[in-house]
């Protein structure tokens, strides 16, 4: 019987990385941290310096820049992660540029040793190790030389007993280097440019003895540091399968009508869909959806992405925000991506351990993320969807459509197929007036109604009335009476009002 050696993994301190590598950074393994220039490779390497090295098991940063190490720590140190009382405690910069200028390999290499020998670090970062490489090629010294050079480098890091991180500027994945086969991991920091936007990515492309998640993984660099947002399948947990059983407890949305209408209330757990024209009150109906959750003990997330709900015009939700039984999430930041949504979204839901979340609205979301992302919009909300289902909570989504009159659509973006139920709104035409009438759509493995019903907005909120009768057509905009005739003078005046 063959016994396995277990490998240890370090908790790297940069929130979302740890998922993104698998369960964190495999001690005593080499690893390259490599992208263009200003993609966030040295600040990288830095949050994982300080998260990881203690007095008991310190780091050494060798730098072979031409900066002295003074100059780059006085940028670190804006950032939140730096610890200036772990300086020359559980942090050693050694500056290696005289050895590197002088191009001779030997004389980095035996710099190198010499100094791990002297502080016997459990962590050595060498930044950058292009330049090692371009001073050898401006020495005019052959390609062997390099390869020897980076497999001598390699045995000595197996022998140190250290994890250790070599940070180079490569601009192509191809580029011919044996250091991307010597090392056990190899990721990679991009970041693109598409009109005003500016995004950054990271991939995972080597990591010796784990699953890493495959694919580009967008990262934002703030004043608190980098921060990794891993794809919204992630946080699917394990066995989580799509919902078949039929629905259980039910929530209040706050309508009574429209609770009426849903055969009880929304089903605990499920998706909702309210797709409107402007103007329609799915805003108001999302307020009153967390406002009846409030009544009841429970706390929300909102993460809306068009008008403020903290302002006057919103005063229900507002005063559910001041109060703390209402998260509202920060959606204002450009160029954002819907993994990061998510992980926003998830933890306010863990901080308050809300059960109701909503998204108000798709239409405003699509516009707040980066060029880049929105043609995969559609899939990329799917993922959301079943990423927010699988963590139990009730979640309702408004969505802005445009009446047309000529067909019945329920989402812009072909996602009605997502959501457990549909709540449409509509506008129609009587007596030279506009009025709205909402339906409910589907509510799936559940009876609901297939009633039409008027509903008016006041200083309460929606009000919503009894089914329109004596007519159809409502959804064509310009209703007829039962006989064909156009509505006239006739038209009820508040919702539930008979109709002749």
């Excluded at 457990?420 to 609901?448: F, G, N, P, T």
């Excluded at 297939?450 to 057509?473: A, P, S, W």
Aim: proline share 6%; with cysteine.
């Amino acid at each position: 019987m063959t016994t396995r050696v277990k490998i240890n993994r370090l908790s790297t301190g940069v929130p979302g990385l740890d998922e993104v590598l698998g369960g964190g950074l495999p001690e005593l393994s080499f690893n390259l941290i490599a992208g263009q220039p200003g993609s966030g490779k040295t600040t990288l390497a830095h949050q994982l310096m300080f998260s990881l090295a203690t007095p008991e098991r310190p780091a050494l940063y060798l730098t072979v820049l031409g900066e002295p190490p003074l100059k780059m720590l006085r940028y670190q140190q804006q950032f939140g992660f730096f610890d200036a009382a772990q300086i020359n405690r559980a942090v050693q910069f050694i500056n290696l540029a005289d050895e590197t200028l002088s191009g001779q390999l030997d004389k980095v290499l035996s710099r190198i040793v010499s100094e791990v020998e002297a502080h016997n670090p459990a962590f050595v970062f060498v930044d950058s190790f292009r330049s090692v490489m371009l001073a050898d090629a401006a020495a005019g010294n052959a390609h062997n030389s390099l390869q020897h050079f980076v497999q001598q480098l390699g045995m000595l890091m197996t022998s140190w007993q250290a994890t250790t991180f070599l940070i180079g500027e490569y601009f192509v994945e191809t580029d011919a280097n044996p250091v991307f086969t010597v090392a056990d991991g190899l990721i990679w920091l991009r970041q693109s440019v598409e009109r005003n936007s500016m995004v950054r990515k990271m991939e995972v492309m080597k990591m010796r003895g784990q699953a890493s998640l495959p694919g580009l993984h967008t990262f934002r660099m703030s004043s608190a540091g980098i921060e990794v947002f891993p794809p919204a399948g992630a946080a699917i947990p394990a066995g989580a399968l799509p919902r078949s059983e039929p629905p259980g407890d039910r929530l209040l949305v706050g309508v009574p009508l429209l609770d009426e209408m849903l055969g009880g209330g929304l089903p605990r757990g499920y998706s909702l869909l309210i797709a409107g024209p402007s103007g329609s009150g799915k805003s108001i109906l999302a307020a009153a959806f967390l406002a009846a959750g409030a009544r009841c003990g429970e706390t929300g997330v909102l993460a809306a992405f068009e008008q403020r709900p903290d302002r006057a015009r919103n005063p229900v939700v507002a005063d559910l925000i001041k109060e703390g039984r209402v998260s509202l999430v920060d959606a204002r930041p450009s160029d954002l991506s819907i993994d990061e949504i998510l992980r926003l979204i998830m933890t306010e839901i863990r901080r308050l351990n809300a059960s109701r979340v909503v998204i108000d609205s798709l239409s405003g979301f699509e516009l707040a993320i980066a060029p880049t992302f929105r043609e995969d919009f559609r899939e990329e909300l799917a993922r959301l969807v079943a990423a927010l289902s699988a963590t139990g909570v009730t979640v309702l989504m408004t969505s802005e459509l445009e009446d047309r009159y000529t067909d019945l659509r329920f989402s812009p973006y072909g996602t009605a197929f997502l959501t457990d139920a549909i709540i449409v709104q509509r506008y129609v035409e009587i007596d030279s007036r506009l009025r709205r009438v909402m339906a409910v759509v589907k509510v799936r493995s559940s009876m609901h109604s297939n009633e039409l019903r008027e509903y008016i907005i006041d200083d309460d909120g929606l009000q919503v009335g009894t089914m329109v009768t004596g007519q159809h057509g409502l959804l064509g905009g310009g209703p007829l009476t039962a006989d064909g005739r156009i509505r006239g003078n006739d038209a009820p005046t508040h919702p539930g009002d008979p109709v002749a």
